[in-house]
């Protein structure tokens, strides 16, 4: 099967720009995450879908982030504006919801984002 | 809130030696996970781990979940360069969410 995909891989941008990513998620998966990936740390949930539903955003920064799954398939996440802390790499990962590797995450290659 | 901590932060291994990663959580997890991220690559599954005092194998990788659901370790025998890369531990509290921890970055000298 096909894996999760990302783009862009990489993005350099101004502090105060604004950014968007795109994720498509493996066919068929439910559950789909976004996470941030700062040099030398593990990743850091941002948001979780069900569907088209959040399940857990208390991670997000609300006040510059912003992610939508339109018809519980793609989604985007968005920065606006951008600071310099969020230079980071940022992975989204889907999960079936059924079946005996229910809870294995498949992740996508993830974007690189350069703040400067 | 939850905490995941792994240790050692750095590992160097000489080809064809052992060592061992450990995880701890702050709170009883309904599981954990391990992932292995290869330089510039994303992470990959390795395995989940569930019951109290569960231990798998793979091929000469051997996982532990401790009896109070709270640690897990990683144990690698006759390492190889192919073994290079980020391990992470990452817990679960129900409903598909997980906890990474910072991860055990390994370094194989041949």
């Known amino acids: 099967e096909a894996g999760v995909a990302q783009s862009p891989r990489y993005k350099i941008i101004e502090k105060r720009q604004s950014v968007a990513f795109w994720c498509n998620p493996i066919?068929?998966?439910?559950?789909l995450y976004w996470y941030q990936q700062i040099l030398g740390q593990g990743p850091k949930l941002l948001i979780q879908?069900?569907?088209?539903?959040?399940?857990?955003d208390s991670q997000l920064p609300k006040d510059r982030f912003s992610a939508e799954r339109l018809k519980g398939v793609d989604s985007t996440l968005k920065i606006q504006p951008a600071k310099l802390e969020d230079s980071a790499v940022y992975l989204c990962?889907?999960?079936?919801?059924?079946?005996?590797?229910?809870?294995?995450?498949?992740f996508g290659p993830g974007t690189r984002l350069t703040v400067l | 809130g939850q905490q995941v901590m792994q240790i050692p932060q750095y590992q160097h291994v000489q080809e064809g030696e052992d060592f061992t990663t450990y995880c701890n959580s702050s709170?009883?997890?309904?599981?954990i996970q391990w992932y292995k991220q290869r330089p510039g690559g994303h992470p990959v599954f390795l395995i989940q781990?569930?019951?109290?005092?569960e231990v798998k194998k793979q091929k000469r990788l051997t996982f532990q979940f401790g009896e109070a659901k709270k640690n897990s370790s990683l144990h690698i025998t006759a390492t190889q360069t192919t073994d290079v890369g980020t391990y992470f531990c990452?817990?679960?509290?129900?409903?598909?969410?997980?906890?990474f921890g910072a991860g055990t970055q390994v370094v194989v000298t041949p």
């Open positions: 990962a889907s999960r079936r919801t059924s079946g005996s590797s229910y809870n294995e995450q498949f």
């Open positions: 066919s068929g998966h439910a559950t």
């Open positions: 879908f069900q569907n088209n539903g959040v399940v857990d």
């Open positions: 709170t009883t997890l309904s599981n």
């Open positions: 781990l569930v019951k109290s005092g």
């Open positions: 990452a817990g679960a509290r129900g409903w598909g969410k997980l906890q």
